[in-house]
C-alpha cells in the first residue's frame, strides 16, 4: 500500500471513529487474514501504554524488546501513550503497526475497519488462552449471517489477549466490612473522606454494576453498554458524592500507601495492592461485594494498514509466550493471559492473581466497547471519557 493510500485510509478511519461518515468502501468483514507467515520486514512500529514493552530504559533488567530484536531482525519502535483512547486513535490513524488494546475500545477500532483480521494459526500461544479473554477481542457473526453457499461464517479474531485484572473492594478490617461497591460509591458518614477511587472512564461502569441492583428503574442490563441517560444518571450520583472521596488514583503506590498508613477505610482497588499489602503484613481483606466486579483486559492488535505484518505477527508471539508473559507480569504487577507463565513465576503469584482460574474469570464483567452494530442508543467511548473527565475535575 503507498503512503498515499495509507493516509486516505488512516482519514477515514479517524472520520469513522467519531461518528462521521467516510468515502472508505470497504464493507465489514471483507478483508481475510493471512495465508502464511510474512517474511520479516525489518521494522515495527508499536503504540502501547506504559510499561507493556520495556526496553530497559527504566530498568535495565526489564527488556523484552530488545531480545525481540535479536531473535527476529525486527527493529521496534515504540509510541508510549497514556489512555486507551489513545491507543484506538493512533492505530486508526495509520502509522503504526499494531498495538496493546484496551477492550474498552477494541470493539470500536475493530467496527472502524481499523484491525486486521488475524490467522490464529499464526500465533501458537492464542491456544492456551482463556476462551473468556479471547472473546473480548473476537466477532461472532450473526445468526442469519451467512455465506453465499449458505454455510455460517466462523468467528473472526482481531486480537491476542495479553494481560487483564479485575477490581476489587478492599478494606481495613479494623474500621469496615463492606458488603457492597454501594460503600466505595455511597459510603457511610464515618467513611466520607476515606475512600478511593480509580481514575478511568471504567468506573462509571462498575458503578453502573451497583446502580443495576440499587435503581432498577435505570434498566441496566450489560454494564458497559449504557445508553446516554443512562450514562448521565450513574455520573450524577458519582458526582454527589465526589467531594467526599479521599483520592481517585492512577499511580499504583496510593491505593497501596492510603490503606497501609490508615489513610484509607475503603478503596477500588487490584490484585497487586491486596497482593503488596498482604506481603507486608498489614490489615487489609477483600471484600465480596454482592454485585459482583468489573474487570479490565488488553490485547495485541494489527492495524488493517500495517506495514510490517510478519513483524507483528512474530511480535504478537513473542509477547504471549510464556517467557515474556512472566517478565511482563512481574514489571506490571498484573495477570497474564497466559497461564503457561505461571510454570515460572513466582510462589503464590498466579493464585493471587487468580491465572488460570476459569471460575474467577466467569465472575469478572469485562469492560469493553459497544458500537452501533451492537447497541445502536448506547454512548460511544469518546462520550464515556468525556463524562468522566468532566466529574473528575470536580474539587
Known sequence: MSVLRASAAGAALALALTGCSSDDP???GTATPAASLAAVEGALTLV????YAEQ???DPAADWVTPFEEATGCDVTVRTVGTAREVRDKIAVGGYDGGLVPAEVAGELIAANGAAPLN??????????????????TEK??????EDDG?????VVYGVPNAWGADLLLYDPRVAAPTSWGEVFAPQEAHRGAVLWRDTPTTLGLAALYLKERRPKLKIGDPFSLTRPQLDAVAEVLAAERGHVKTVWRDGSQPVEALATGGA???MADAHTLDVL???????????????????ANAWMMSATARHPGCMYRWMDWATSPAIQRAMAEWKGVAPANPEACATLRPGFCTAYHVGDRPYLNTVTFAHSTTPASCEDCADWNTWTRTWSTLTAQP
Do not use: C, F, H, Q
Not at 141 to 146: G, I, K
Not at 151 to 155: G, L
Open 120 to 137: 490464529t494459526g499464526l500465533v501458537p500461544a492464542l491456544g492456551a488462552i482463556a476462551p473468556e479473554l479471547r472473546a473480548l477481542v
Open 265 to 267: 477505610a475503603l478503596e
Open 48 to 51: 502501547v501504554p506504559s510499561g
Open 141 to 146: 457473526p450473526a445468526e442469519d449471517d451467512d
Open 26 to 28: 470497504r464493507p465489514r
Open 278 to 296: 498482604l506481603k507486608g503484613g498489614l490489615p487489609v481483606a477483600e471484600a465480596a461485594p454482592r454485585e459482583g466486579r468489573t474487570g479490565w
Open 151 to 155: 454455510k455460517k461464517r466462523k468467528d
Open 56 to 58: 530497559g530504559g527504566t
